[in-house]
């Protein structure tokens, strides 16, 4: 499963205007209001992904809120990683630490440098559907990144092209005036192009020991990360193998998995998990795939997803998704 730290989550929600409502949306993906932000927490993409796009959909700006929401970002707000980011000698060190250590703040982002005949691209590959909540996703990690490039170097930093694969979803000059360049839709990619002069600049606080002791830090993060991923993964796809015989308990699953049930429950605790936030994920990403991909009923899909009866399934599919099982159906193209 493809995850997201709850950071953006809590960024996202700070910037919404005119009062909208979200405390709905935030119980929906499993975040308690007001707790306090821990980057470590993860939430699922797709989760993050239909949280966005009901956010957007409520905003009296919706256009601008993945500009806005990255813009708003510090690299202290990203733990050892945005200290590793800042203590880089330069902004080649700096983008080039993304590239090792990105999945620190989740496995659905990863970023790569490569050369062109223009300058440099730092592009973002993301796991997702490429609907509106990803589009948006995408929107707000390029405002992101061009944000924090302008904190830490010590020129102005401005990149020479900004480029996102899908449609623009209004007036791109509102986009220009944001990045302060040209910004292409419908693109092979989703990515600053940056210059050399940019990339080889100094980082006002840059010091390779400094760097070198995040680095040594993110090594061991992205190593327990690593292995929490194939637990909680290994979790979900046991749960996912008996949901038409119900939901199952955890101490069916520890044992399916050889393990004790406490420290199955420990394990995924450490992590920002919980075994009924993996059933709950496990549930949601199978029945999407079944309305995605087969032409079973709903009732047939409320089954295989573990619920006694339709009404249930209907409920819980709203909580997840923001919309009826039919209406995600009808909006992802299936029968």
Sequence with gaps: MSQITSLYVHKALSQVRGG???????????????????PKLMVSANQFYDFFAALAARDPDGLSLPLRIGATMVCDEYGAFGLAWKSAPDL????????????????????????????W???????????????????????????????????EFKPLAVHFKHTARGDVSIYEEHFGCPVYFE????????????LNTPNKLGDQTIASFFDRHLEQELAALTNDEGLEHSV??????????????LSAIASELG??????????????????????????ELAQRLLRETEYSLAEVAFLTGFAEQ?????????????????????????
């Design 20 to 38: 909208t409502e979200t405390r709905d949306l935030l119980e929906g993906i499993g975040i308690t209001p007001d707790q306090p932000i821990d």
């Design 92 to 119: 080649r060190g700096s983008f080039v630490r993304s590239e090792r250590y990105g999945h620190v703040l989740g496995s659905a982002e990863t970023y790569s440098l490569e050369r062109s005949e223009k300058g």
């Design 121 to 155: 691209f730092f592009s973002l590959d993301k796991a997702g559907d490429g609907q509106l909540g990803m589009q948006l996703s995408n929107e707000a990690s390029m405002s992101a990144v061009d944000v924090i490039c302008k904190e830490v170097s010590t020129t």
């Design 187 to 198: 693109s092979d990619r989703d990515a600053l192009l940056v210059s050399d002069d940019s």
């Design 236 to 249: 979900r796809r046991a749960v996912a193998n008996v949901l038409s015989e119900g939901v199952p308990t």
């Design 259 to 284: 393990i004790g049930a406490r420290t199955l429950q420990r394990r995924l605790s450490e992590h920002g998990h919980s075994f009924q936030s993996v059933v709950d994920t496990a549930r949601q």
């Design 311 to 335: 009404s249930g399934f209907t409920r819980a599919f709203k909580r997840w998704a923001g919309k009826t099982p039919r209406s995600y159906r009808l909006e992802t193209g299936s029968r």
